[in-house]
């Protein structure tokens, strides 16, 4: 069964520019001093690789190169041994020390909010940063916990039942964001 | 990098893992390496599972390190010995760990001196069982902490090439270090005494060498095992003297070894016996590595098999 995309959300320009307004929200967001403080983590795997990209813009825009590492949460969870399997862990990687930091957590989809519960977890167990704020491109509604980004590409209302898949050209082949049933999955 | 997804509730042995299952454990490792470098040393994701250890034949090196492994996941620990539980007042295995299980219990870790008794018991048990060695047969963690720090240093795997020198035929290490070895595309050689050298070893690939020399010569990787004490009142060999002397690292035979290549040994070291004290501590030994790779090895394994129980 060849599986068509659902429905498309965004096509390559409008993930652009959705990634350009983040940027600058971003940028916006941390007057002088504290821009210099701030550090990118992307939240693996689709959240690092999103990070790339804001991280571009931003030092485009600004001048600014923010430091940047990528988090795997998969330690933090709080379905361990309610799925029948496990993927692979990716890497976590802060090359640098949070303490004092303004971190910007990177995700690609805002969804129940339990993996940035467990992102939070655990930013804090390395340590203690000024601020954590979170910037995620599409928001789609559907959250479970008390958890909301503070920069925000793109909101839709989406279905349950819909997943939203983001795709990357640098690791997909194409800049797409689109929703499909979860049983297609 | 593979989709492939972990379904294992419990690790019995390296010989019955794909070499992408192995692969997958080492990867999982990593990480579970970098969190024993942190501030916070302890991560939640054992939380609220609980895990005995249960050892029939006693240890303390690979009873300390799970044990260690399960405080970093933040499980609940029990430690039970064979002097202390009821086996020896003549109840059956099975019994005895249906009781363990009646308590709630998460995962066994067991070191059984029957091989065949973990399998029995994963096949039996809800529970997630992990062997800690059993007999002769197999001590996975120990050969997967031992791939671990051999892919640290070398960077690869296959074609790598591998000496296991010592008592193979009553060494559950060697065998879990074979298996895995072969999986992964290293040319292994065992060396030995004849009469602890399995020679049916060869039949799966096992290059067999009767002297010291043409084992270590090309080899990538020395690991040499304990010369167990215990058994020499069996007589396999003439005396621990000339054990030493004919299949030990020392002055004569270091000249064999590649200066690059790496010396392991499982412990505890018979110093004198099968290496000599320059060369256990030595820039070639990678012995304390092997040991601080061993709690990330067991957190992984801990963690995945934690991963895939069956819900109640």
């Known amino acids: 069964m060849e599986e068509k995309i659902e429905n498309r959300l965004m096509d390559a320009r409008a993930m652009e520019l959705a990634i350009e307004r983040l940027a600058s929200k971003i940028i916006e967001h941390f007057p002088g001093k504290e821009l210099k403080k701030m550090a990118f983590l992307g939240i693996q795997e689709r959240g690092t690789w999103l990070s790339e990209r804001l991280y571009k813009r931003v030092f485009a825009q600004s001048g600014n190169k923010p430091l940047i590492g990528t988090i795997d949460t998969s330690m933090y969870r709080d379905d361990i ?72 590409g793109m909101k839709y209302v989406v279905s349950e039942k819909e997943k939203v898949h983001v795709c990357f050209k640098e690791h997909d082949g194409e800049d797409i964001v689109y929703t499909k049933n979860r049983s297609e999955n | 990098m593979t989709d492939m997804k972990w379904t294992r509730k419990d690790l019995i042995g390296l010989e ?122 197999e001590h996975p963690t120990q050969g997967l902490l031992d791939i671990f720090t051999i892919r640290q240093k070398k960077k690869k795997i296959k074609g790598l090439n591998i000496s296991i020198i010592g008592d193979i035929l009553h060494s559950r290490v060697a065998r879990s270090n074979i298996y895995a070895l072969l999986k992964l595309g290293a040319n292994v050689t065992i060396a030995g005494p004849p009469t602890l050298l399995p020679k049916q070893f060869e039949q799966i690939g096992v290059r067999v060498c009767d002297n010291l020399k043409d084992a270590v010569e090309n080899a990538d990787v020395v690991n040499l095992l304990r010369i167990q004490h215990e058994r020499q009142r069996a007589s396999y060999f003439p005396s621990i003297g000339e054990y030493a002397s004919v299949y030990g690292i020392n002055r004569e035979s270091i000249k064999y070894v590649k200066r690059d290549a790496l010396i392991m040994h499982p412990g505890p070291i018979n110093r004198g016996v099968e290496l000599e004290s320059e060369f256990a501590d030595g820039d070639q030994s990678v012995i304390l590595e092997q040991v601080t790779n061993g709690l990330a090895v067991r957190m992984a394994v801990l963690y995945l098999v934690a991963g895939c129980l069956k819900t109640n």
Do not use: W
């Open chain 2, 16 to 137: 019955d893992l794909s070499a992408d299952e192995i692969l997958f454990i080492l990867d999982t490792a990593e990480e579970f390496k970098k969190v024993n470098e942190r501030r916070v040393k302890k991560v939640p994701v054992l939380r609220g599972k609980t895990v005995i250890n249960f050892f029939v034949e006693p240890s303390t090196r690979t009873r300390a390190s799970f044990e260690l492994a399960e405080q970093r996941l933040s499980a609940d620990i029990v430690n039970m010995s064979a002097s202390s539980s009821s086996l020896s007042k003549g109840e059956t295995l099975l019994d005895t760990a249906k009781n363990i299980e009646a308590l709630q219990v998460d995962i066994i870790v067991m070191r059984h001196a029957a091989s065949g008794a973990h399998q029995f018991l994963a096949k039996n048990l809800r529970c997630g069982v992990i062997n800690a060695g059993d007999g002769a047969h």
């Open chain 1, 81 to 152: 041994g309610l799925r029948k399997n496990l993927s692979r862990i990716l890497e976590t990687s802060i090359p640098f020390d949070v303490n004092d930091r303004n971190i910007v957590l990177i995700d690609d989809v805002l969804s129940s909010g339990r993996t940035i519960r467990a992102a939070l977890d655990a930013i804090t167990d390395y340590g203690r940063p000024k601020t954590i704020r979170l910037a995620v491109l599409v928001d789609r509604g559907s959250r479970e916990f008390p958890i909301a980004a503070d920069f925000i």
